[in-house]
């Protein structure tokens, strides 16, 4: 993911730079002082394709306003009340600034003699203003008039003792509790009643230990694992409650979970978000949409629909240039009622707001209507992104889930595979096969009624003269005289009884090279099949994103590999097989895996993922009964016992090891000698000719 932020959201190119400065200061001479308006993007739009991946798109929004004359030192939170004015946490001057967005004026300013540090602020329905501030390790609780209500500190609690109580971010619900983020409280995040009294901690980061640190508390001893420094969850690093109760949180330094949504029980509702902000998220919001934002201190700002999707990326980790929206640093963001974006750079104290473009509203719009339940409204908003962007993949899962409510189950499939959303895909399918079952099921029982019947007749008149047992031995018998024939009857064989058909390929009666390289080649059609053709359900990887020739490879060389070098393990250990029998080893016994490839190929157009753990037990069976074969051939061709087998396999993966790397030893050199001979030929080139 981290990679995939890097090549997103790599530097605005110079020339858009310096046209977005341009611009800036044309209009700068024209407006009034403090408001720099700017007529473009400075940062691309990103979304997600079809394969997770970063792809540009159009701009959702347009930097709007840049506000240079607050004086504001080291601002780190942002909040908007019910009546759309705009509270700015001005932590370097002790104080809260209300700021009135219609008017573009300061309408009045917070300060109170006990403040020191104050770094988070929420603001209730009824307007009450809670502020936290850390170097006052105090939450204050002010009226909509600016009079100090009450002062929450340090819970006097015995559960509390040992916990600092220095409180950064707050967030408050309609019952007045407080849910607050202390700096340097690895418990979770701190939960007060109204009254102040501890609740406990609402929730808690889990504690992920290194590979180092998981190692060590498998070897070390318990005296060990004494000395060694405590591991602890990382903290949180901001929260927000959004108009229905449901509690958010962010975390700094970690690139899994760095946004949560929690249910009441402090769980997480989020599995495999997608943010480009990386391990440096600083603050989230969320408006009465349910549409949530956020934002990191290095400048990118994330747009997710309540269900966690991905909706736009943008933003830059360009820095130290006065451009509207690049920032030295983001650490706070918020929406007014008119969905414009508002964020503040903490080092230069300056406000700026974001409006969205018509492509964005749309896509909100559309949006909000299928939240309603307003599908078919819903799809025509959906068809109208797809207008502005047929390859867009939300706009797709739109129309998708629209058909799907609307039981347009087939249309909403089409879009849900342009969309590479397997999940939904498979619910869609699931509804068009139960009806294609239904339609079929009384035809299919009254042929298999037809076919019982018929076989039992059959079976009854030729009880006495077995005419029917004859024919499948004569049969038999002559698929048998067919060369490649009999060596795929025999695998089968093969698999029934392996220590008796694999003694008779110790005895030469049985087996040929020329049917093993046949096996072989079968086998490896069906394994490419299996790689490349499966339902789109379980086909998470298109051929033209796959390395056709390293899988290739990848099947011959350690096929090649493994019989060679068992082959010679197994003649320095006195083994009785021969490098054809070896050869011809796995060639029988891969049958089962070769079957089990075949039938999940098959089975995956019709199966949904609700069915997916029956083609992972075909493939666990297919696996282990293949290997069960092969470990039995190799023990019976060279005459082995158990434990011999065991040990000449790990000595094969040891041989395979050291073959590998020699190889790569080889390529790497042979590399560099050809750099170096090919150098030389230029420089005698050169002086020669020169």
Not at 428 to 451: D, G, H
């Amino acid at each position: 993911m981290k990679k995939r932020s890097k090549r997103a959201f790599r530097r605005i190119p110079a020339v858009l730079l310096l046209v977005a400065v341009l611009i800036a200061s044309s209009a700068s001479a024209l407006l009034p002082a403090e408001r720099a308006y700017a007529s473009q993007a400075t940062s691309y739009t990103y979304t997600l394709d079809e394969n997770g991946n970063f792809i540009r798109t159009q701009d959702a929004y347009l930097p709007d306003k840049t506000i240079t004359t607050l004086n504001l030192s080291k601002p780190q939170d942002l909040f908007i009340d019910t009546e759309n004015m705009l509270y700015i946490a001005d932590t370097g001057n002790k104080r809260i600034v209300k700021y009135d967005i219609k008017k573009g004026t300061i309408s009045a300013e917070l300060k109170h003699e006990g403040f020191v540090r104050p770094g988070g602020i929420f603001v209730t329905e009824q307007g009450d203003i809670y502020v936290a501030d850390s170097g006052a390790k105090t939450v204050f609780r002010f009226s909509k008039t600016f009079e100090l209500k009450e002062k929450f500190e340090k819970p006097n609690t015995p559960m509390f003792a040992d916990t600092n109580f220095e409180p950064n971010k707050i967030a408050v619900d309609k019952s007045g509790n407080m849910y607050i983020i202390g700096e340097g409280v690895y418990n979770g995040v701190i939960q007060l009643a109204h009254t102040g009294e501890f609740l406990g901690y609402f929730t808690v980061n889990k504690t992920r230990l290194t590979f180092s640190q998981a190692l060590q508390r498998l070897i070390f001893s318990r005296a060990q694992l004494e000395n060694l420094v405590d591991t602890v969850p990382t903290t949180f690093s901001n929260v927000f409650l959004d108009a229905s109760g449901i509690v958010y949180t962010t975390t700094m330094g970690s690139m899994r979970d760095a946004v949560k949504k929690h249910n009441t029980a402090g769980g997480n509702m989020f599995k495999g978000m997608v943010f480009s902000t990386g391990e440096d998220i600083a603050d989230i919001y969320v408006d009465g949409q349910g549409i949530i934002y956020s934002c990191s201190t290095r400048g990118t700002i994330d747009i997710h629909a309540q269900n966690g999707e991905l909706i736009f990326a943008f933003g830059s980790a360009v820095s130290n240039m006065d451009v509207a929206g690049l920032y030295s640093s983001l650490p706070s963001i918020a929406v007014d009622n008119n969905n414009n974006l508002w964020t503040i750079d903490g080092d230069k104290g300056y406000v700026s707001s974001f409006r969205p473009t018509d492509y964005a509203m749309t896509v909100y719009q559309a949006m909000g209507l299928y939240e309603r339940g307003l599908y078919e409204e819903s799809l025509k908003q959906w068809n109208e992104v797809l207008r502005l962007n047929q390859m867009s993949v939300l706009a797709h899962n739109g129309v998708g889930r629209a058909y799907l409510h609307a039981g347009h189950y087939e249309e909403a499939m089409e879009h849900f595979e342009v969309a590479g959303n397997r999940e939904s895909y498979s619910e869609a399918f699931w509804e068009v096969r139960n009806s294609a079952i239904q339609k079929v099921l009384p035809y299919v029982f009254v042929l298999v009624i037809v076919l019982l019947v018929a076989a039992k007749v059959v079976s009854l008149l030729d009880r006495k003269k077995r005419r029917i047992a004859g024919t499948k031995e004569r049969i038999g018998s002559w698929l048998d005289q067919i060369p490649v024939v009999c060596d795929f009857r025999y695998a089968g064989k093969t698999a029934k009884s392996p220590m008796n058909r694999y003694y008779d390929i110790r005895r030469h009666r049985k087996g040929s090279i020329l049917g093993a390289t046949v096996i072989y080649a079968v086998f490896f059609l069906i394994y490419m099949l299996y790689q490349t053709k499966k339902g789109f359900i379980y086909q998470y990887t298109a051929i033209e994103d796959m390395d056709i020739g390293g899988i290739v490879a990848g099947f011959f060389i350690l096929l090649g590999l493994f019989i060679f070098c068992n082959w010679l393990v197994t003649s320095i250990n006195d083994g009785d097989g021969t490098l054809a029998q070896v050869y011809m080893i796995p060639a029988y016994g891969c049958l089962p895996l070769m079957v089990s490839l075949l039938l999940i190929t098959v089975c995956s157009y019709g199966m949904t993922y609700n069915e997916s753990f029956l083609l992972t037990i075909l493939l666990l069976v297919g696996a282990v009964w293949s290997v069960l074969l092969i470990f039995l051939g190799l023990m019976t061709v060279h005459d082995y016992s158990a434990k011999e087998t065991v040990m000449s396999l790990v000595l094969t993966a040891v041989f395979m090891a050291i073959v590998a790397i020699m190889a790569l030893i080889i390529v790497i050199m042979s590399e560099e000698l050809y750099e170096f001979l090919y150098t030389i030929a230029q420089e005698v080139l050169r002086n020669v000719f020169d």
